[in-house]
Structure formats: structure tokens, C-alpha cells
């Protein structure tokens, strides 16, 4: 439910583009009462690190001459023998964090190696800030604003634990369907059917005032939110939606999205995942990504005599989006849980296709608004389990490979695309069945990556060699619990 996407005076992009300075930061970091500074950065797989420091050791300099840290220890970065790294905290990123009891302030920083003083290319905020940069150099569009719909599940309680002779997972939600039987303390009944959570008001949802919560804490750390709403599924799935901004600063936002959820959820007893697909027979959680370029105030997709009142660029933007669509999920649905969702039904985008208004495609054309301001397209297959940086980022690259290229997709289809004759459904191709094939794909197809240096082969390898050897290969030697279902008796 992202509304549109175009220049407004966004608060947040407002704050992006402020052009902070160190001066000032250390300056309202002192009148706001800061006593601590949290330094945070991003590691290969997508994942918040951070270390703090006292307020005093906050100065002008730190911004020019970082602060080391050991690159070794970092999921996907340096080896033990190359192991000290910088960072260097970016004063626009500044933000009073809002779920921490001691006055924080938050810096979201740049990695550089300290040897060539170079920044680092394995660095996931890098690689969206030189797509952003490559944009502008193409001469296609000078800015790409993002709007993506991260969904995610709260729960009141999860255990899982796997070792050589058990592996289980057990959730449980006492908003869940599952629970309208339970006994043992009063049962208040009202809770969503499977697959019906959409929408329905408290006492059904019961999550009403903790998504206000974490609203509230998002708008006070400088994030737009425009809604928030219960999502399809039982048990808590929700979707907080951040107004659109440009792609940098979006992928910020996401990282700042997830932390605070977090946090504001196990503040209050609750705990939230934003795994694809935790919980068998109900909606994942996808995290679909609105796009559109603009030049000179001016947005590039939109052309009224077009299908969907899209542009020419806009349906190349989209064939671009399709052509590489196998190796993108290798980032943009990275986890072999991803593939739990990727599945018919459960509006899942696993149709190689476009489509005015239709959930199943992988790329869909909203049309809650004929404005030009509005038109954009949203790809539908990410998750929120993906790096933002490098999904938005690959993202962009695919689609300008499209509109360079003059890459036409497949004609847009506006059926039930799980109800086609199989004659029409075997000329619809699908998203990739698991995280291997997706990884085998950017193996073969990643050269729209590397133009203008924006992916560099090194993490491209890096990135191979990390979720083949730490993901895909740990899975397929574990005995999953429903084998015993199915084979114990043999």
C-alpha cells in the first residue's frame, strides 16, 4: 500500500539531503542530552553491526579520520590477515534512537580500508550509493525513488534449536487461529482465520496498539511512515509503510525499519520475524519494492497513452526486471526460507509477467491514482530477509540494463494467472524453485551488475561462496522434521 512516488517535502528525504555536518551533528547531539554515540554499518548479508562510544570521543575529526575495527570478524568481509578496516559515520544518518534507555545516538557509517584509503567495495552501503551515482552518469534519470513494503510476523513466542539428534521449531501467537481452543485461562476468542487478516479491527487484531508504537518510534527517528495495517495472515503479520525516497536512503530506512521493530516488539513482551515464510499454510512475508526514475522533476515511467499509462522506459525498466529476474532473487529473496514463499497461491509473484493491478506477476502496475506523479512499477518477488542495499541496487542496474537495451517483456496479462489452461501456462516462466538455482543464475548472469563498477566481481564471489557454504549446503544435510512424517515407517 505505498502511496505515490515522486518529489514531495518529504521529512525524511528532506533530512537525507540536509547536508548535515559534523559541526552540527556534534552540536545537537549535545542539546538533545546524548550521552552515548552508536556507530553502525551493514555486514555482507545484511545485518545491523554496531559499537558505541561516550559522547566526549564525538568530535569533527572522527568524521574525517574514522575509526578502526576489526573487518575480520564481519560476516563477508576481510580475512584475518587484512583484518583492520575504518569507518566513517555519515552526519546526515544521525538520528536519537528511540528504543534504547540511555540517551543513544545513532550513526549509520562508510567502511574504507585503511591501506589504500580507498572505500571498501564489499561495503552493501557502497554499492547503492555508486548505483545511485551510475544512474546519473547514464544520462537515463538523474534520481530512483524506492517505496518498498516490508511485511513481517510478531509472535509471543518462538523456540527452535537443531543439533545432531533434534531439529524443531515451535511459534505460538495468542492471536493465533490455532488458540481458539485453548484452555487452562480465560479465552477471549476473536482472533483472524488463516489467510484472514486482512483488515479486520480490534478485538480481531490485537496488535493495533503496538504497530502505533513502533509508527511512532519510526516518525521520531525521522522515517515517513504513510499507513500500517494487520496483514493476510493469523498470528500477528503486519506491514508498516515508509514513504517513498530515494535509494540510498530508503535502504537506510529498511535497516532502520527492522531494528525498530525489533526492538519496540520485545520491549513489549512480543517478538518479530521477518523471515519469508515462518509458518506453514498462511501468506509469507514478501517485501514488494516500488519504483520510478525521474529527470528534471519529471517522472520517466509515466505516459498516458501507454498500457497501464506506463512509459516506453517504464516497460523496458520492466524487461529488464524480467530478464534478469532468476539472478536477482539470488539477492533480492536470498535465504532458502525465501523459496517457502515463492510458491502458487498466497499472492505469490512467481509469474515471470507483468500485469495492471494483478498480485500473482512478479512486476505489478498499481492504478489507485492516474497521477504521472504515481505511476510506478513494483516488483513483487524481494523479501524482507534481503541486504537493502544491494536488492535496490541491483534492482536499478537490471532495470537500466532494460531501458539501455530496449528490453521488451512478455505482454502483459491481466487473468488469473494460476487458473490458465496449461496451452497458456507453459509460456509463462516462472521465479526460480530454490535459493540454488537463484545463485546459479547470478553465476551466469550478473555483467549488468559490474557496469560502472557498481558491483565489483569480489562481491559478487564473495557472495556465491558465503550462501553456498553457509545456507544452501547446512540445509541440505539436515533430516527436516516432516521426513520423519513421511518416512519413518519405511
Request: one cysteine or more; a negative charge.
Amino acid at each position: 500500500m505505498t502511496a505515490t512516488l515522486g518529489p514531495t517535502t518529504s521529512a525524511s528525504g528532506a533530512k537525507a539531503a540536509s547536508g548535515a555536518s559534523p559541526a552540527d551533528v556534534v552540536r545537537k547531539a549535545k542539546e538533545a542530552g546524548v550521552q552515548v554515540v552508536d556507530l553502525r554499518f551493514t555486514d555482507l548479508p545484511g545485518t545491523w553491526q554496531h559499537f558505541s562510544i561516550p559522547l566526549k570521543e564525538l568530535t569533527e575529526d572522527l568524521f574525517a579520520e574514522g575509526i578502526g575495527f576489526d573487518g575480520s570478524s564481519i560476516r563477508g568481509f576481510q580475512a584475518i590477515n587484512e583484518s583492520d578496516m575504518l569507518l566513517f559515520p555519515d552526519p546526515a544518518s544521525a538520528f536519537v534512537d528511540p528504543c534504547l534507555e540511555v540517551p543513544t545516538l545513532s550513526l549509520t557509517c562508510d567502511v574504507s580500508d585503511p591501506v589504500t584509503g580507498q572505500r571498501y567495495s564489499r561495503d552493501p552501503r557502497y554499492v547503492a550509493q555508486k548505483a545511485e551515482q551510475y544512474l546519473v552518469k547514464s544520462g537515463i534519470a538523474t534520481t530512483a525513488y524506492y517505496g518498498p513494503e516490508a511485511e513481517f510476523y510478531i509472535f509471543n513466542s518462538v523456540r527452535f534449536d537443531q543439533n545432531a539428534h533434534e531439529g524443531y521449531y515451535h511459534i505460538d501467537s495468542e492471536e493465533g487461529i490455532w488458540n481458539s481452543g485453548t484452555n487452562g485461562s480465560p479465552n477471549q476468542g476473536h482472533r483472524p482465520r488463516h489467510k484472514e487478516g486482512y483488515f479486520p479491527v480490534p478485538p480481531v487484531d490485537r496488535l493495533q496498539d503496538l504497530r502505533s508504537k513502533i509508527m511512532l518510534a519510526l516518525i521520531a527517528s525521522g522515517v515517513d511512515v504513510e499507513v500500517h495495517h494487520h496483514e493476510v495472515g493469523t498470528a500477528g503479520q503486519t506491514e508498516i509503510d515508509m514513504r517513498f525516497t530515494t535509494l540510498g536512503r530508503m535502504a537506510d530506512q529498511v535497516m532502520m525499519y527492522k531494528y525498530i521493530v525489533k526492538n519496540v516488539c520485545h520491549q513489549h513482551g512480543y517478538t518479530a520475524t521477518f523471515m519469508p515464510k515462518p509458518m506453514f499454510g498462511d501468506n509469507g512475508s514478501g517485501m514488494h519494492v516500488h519504483m520510478s526514475l525521474w529527470k528534471d522533476g519529471t517522472n520517466l515511467f509515466f505516459d498516458p497513452k501507454g498500457y497501464a499509462l506506463l512509459s516506453d522506459a517504464a516497460r523496458w525498466y520492466i524487461g529488464g526486471l524480467i530478464k534478469h529476474a532468476s539472478a536477482l532473487l539470488a539477492f533480492a529473496a536470498p535465504t532458502t526460507n525465501s523459496y517457502r514463499r515463492l510458491v502458487p497461491g498466497y499472492e505469490a509473484p512467481i509469474n515471470l509477467i507483468y500485469s495492471q493491478r494483478n498480485r500473482s506477476a512478479i512486476c505489478r502496475i498499481p492504478v489507485y491514482s492516474k497521477s504521472p506523479k504515481a505511476k510506478r512499477v513494483e516488483f513483487r518477488a524481494p523479501d524482507p530477509s534481503s541486504n537493502p542495499y544491494l536488492t535496490f541496487a541491483a534492482l536499478l542496474m537490471a532495470g537500466l540494463d532494460g531501458i539501455k537495451n530496449k528490453i521488451e517483456p512478455p505482454k502483459p496479462m491481466d487473468v488469473d494467472l494460476y487458473d490458465l489452461e496449461p496451452e497458456e501456462r507453459k509460456h509463462v516462466k516462472n521465479t526460480p524453485g530454490s535459493l540454488n538455482e537463484s545463485l546459479a543464475a547470478l553465476e551466469t548472469d550478473h555483467a549488468f551488475l559490474l557496469e560502472g563498477g557498481v558491483f565489483t566481481p569480489d562481491l559478487i564471489e564473495t557472495w556465491l561462496a558465503y550462501k553456498r557454504a553457509k545456507e544452501v549446503d547446512p540445509v541440505a544435510l539436515r533430516p527436516h522434521p516432516y521426513e520423519f512424517f513421511l518416512y519413518y515407517d519405511v
